[in-house]
């Protein structure tokens, strides 16, 4: 069941509330306004409609279709990123006409910030096709820190199909000379001749610094800590007993049977093994509702030697429901270990057309 939010708000505004409040709580005030009109020029004509008309396209950013979600980052120096994922929503919404929108929102963007376009225009052949399949073609993440605002974009590695997704990859690293990344990856496959571990997405940053990555994310479904054990080993800078803890902390399942877990491997130039391996862990299908994922959230925030009021004070600035109310507010938490910056990912729902009743424990996909 899903209670349905109504009111004459549009998306932007909801949103645009949403992205002030939490630049205020996360020390960001100054880039709020920017990052405002980023958004809301991202988003499109899907953002000047009501909240109580449906969404205009079926987003798969979030699971009640809001074409945003957001994820605060807890960094070893104290200082918290905030980062918005975003789809483009054309007015008549569709695959290829979603990616057609995505690509002049790039173009514009390009104008407004440094991007270096060149690995994008290395792959694009490969992963932006003229009818894309699956559920996105082109994502864009917002990183906004104290000093800039950095732009990166998520590929579909499934944008041709299940079975092309790991030629896609490897080909992707390929073009971008990361020809050695691609044997050592699949040698580390946790299960090998199964279909439950997909290539999920395919994502560069767009900023032309030597910080620059690739990162390469697979969706392990029915998977536990042996599968992540496994898989983390392929970077050298995982720490086996810090991953069990976020696993025991977050999750404590033997297997998750509801959304998969969720791993990415990051490249910087040139690179055979991966630098950094994270963890993201679809907190809100193994928990009753958002305060039991708050409570154990925050228990892994401060076992980091974070500030957890953080976390209260941002999720204040995204909703005032009470927490038991609903469940998926917190989506997944993510591990980040190795570099270039270890650390706790949170995400937030933006929550803008609907919160999930609590109670569905590993329900799966609604
Ligand atoms: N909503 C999708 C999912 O949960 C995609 C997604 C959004 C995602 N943010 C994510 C996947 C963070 C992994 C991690 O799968």
Redesign the pocket.
């Known amino acids: 069941m899903r209670i349905t939010r109504s009111g004459a708000v549009t998306l932007n505004e909801h949103t645009g509330a949403q992205v002030r409040r939490l630049c205020a709580v996360l020390g960001l005030a100054e880039q709020a306004d920017e990052v405002g009109a980023v958004l809301a020029d991202i988003i499109g004509p899907a953002g000047t409609r009501a909240l109580d008309e449906p969404p205009l396209w079926r987003s798969?950013?979030?699971?009640d279709h809001t074409p945003v979600?957001y994820?605060v980052a807890f960094e070893e120096d104290g200082t918290h990123t905030l980062r918005l994922?975003v789809e483009s929503v054309a007015r008549k919404p569709g695959p290829t006409a979603n990616l057609a929108a995505a690509l002049s929102c790039l173009d514009r963007l390009a104008q407004r910030y440094p991007l270096a376009l060149d690995r994008f225009d290395a792959v694009r052949g490969l992963f932006l096709p003229d009818e894309p399949r699956g559920v996105f073609s082109l994502w864009f993440s917002i990183v906004v820190t104290r000093s800039r605002v950095a732009v990166k974009i998520y590929l579909n590695p499934e944008v041709h199909g299940q079975a092309a997704a790991p030629g896609l990859v490897a080909a992707g690293l390929d073009r971008l000379g990361l020809t050695a990344a691609w044997p050592d990856l699949s040698s580390h496959a946790p299960r090998p001749t199964s279909t439950l571990d997909r290539f999920?997405?395919f994502a560069i940053d767009l900023d032309d610094t030597p910080r620059s990555r690739v990162k390469v994310?697979q969706?392990h479904f029915r998977a536990g800590l042996r599968e992540l054990t496994h898989l983390g080993a392929a970077c050298p800078l995982t720490d086996a007993d810090v991953l069990a803890d976020f696993d025991a902390t977050i999750g404590g399942r033997e297997s998750y049977d509801g959304?998969p877990l969720?791993t990415s491997y990051i490249y910087l130039a040139g690179q055979r093994e991966p630098s950094g391996f994270s963890v993201?862990l679809?907190v809100r299908d193994y928990v009753p509702d958002d305060a039991v994922a708050l409570a154990r959230t925050k228990t892994l925030l401060c076992a980091h030697g974070f500030d957890a009021a953080v976390l209260d004070r941002a999720i204040a600035a995204v909703t005032d429901r009470p927490l038991e109310s609903g469940v998926g507010l917190i989506?997944?938490v993510?591990l980040r270990m190795g570099r270039p910056r270890p650390g706790v990912t949170v995400?937030l729902s933006a929550e803008a057309y609907a919160v999930a009743a609590p109670g569905g424990v590993a329900a799966g996909a609604a």
């Open positions: 798969d950013v979030a699971d979600e994820s994922l999920s997405f994310y969706s959304r969720v993201y679809p989506a997944h993510s995400y």
